[in-house]
């Protein structure tokens, strides 16, 4: 019997960048630097997705968005 779909939490537009650019492996530093961000902000967006999700890890955190569409390359 299959698990009932479970809804994805809802991210807001700069949390979805953060995560895609965190799921390709980018640093923090290099995601602050691309998005004209603060790497303390970049934690911080980090912590809410990670409250959001439930994950605790990168690789979570990298999971998550590869199975909700948001770790595919740029094109």
């Given at each position: 019997?299959?698990?009932?779909?479970?809804?994805?939490p809802a991210?807001?537009?700069?949390?979805?960048e953060?995560?895609?650019?965190?799921?390709?492996?980018?640093?923090?530093?290099?995601i602050?630097?691309?998005?004209?961000?603060?790497?303390?902000?970049?934690?911080?967006?980090l912590?809410?997705?990670?409250?959001?999700?439930?994950?605790?890890?990168?690789?979570?955190?990298?999971?998550?968005?590869?199975?909700?569409?948001?770790?595919?390359?740029?094109?």
């Open positions: 019997m299959s698990r009932p779909a479970t809804a994805a991210l807001s537009r700069r949390e979805v953060v995560l895609e650019l965190l799921a390709r492996g980018a640093t923090y530093d290099t602050a630097r691309r998005l004209q961000l603060s790497p303390h902000t970049v934690d911080t967006y912590r809410r997705i990670r409250s959001k999700t439930g994950a605790t890890t990168r690789v979570q955190l990298a999971l998550f968005a590869f199975t909700h569409g948001h770790g595919l390359p740029a094109s």
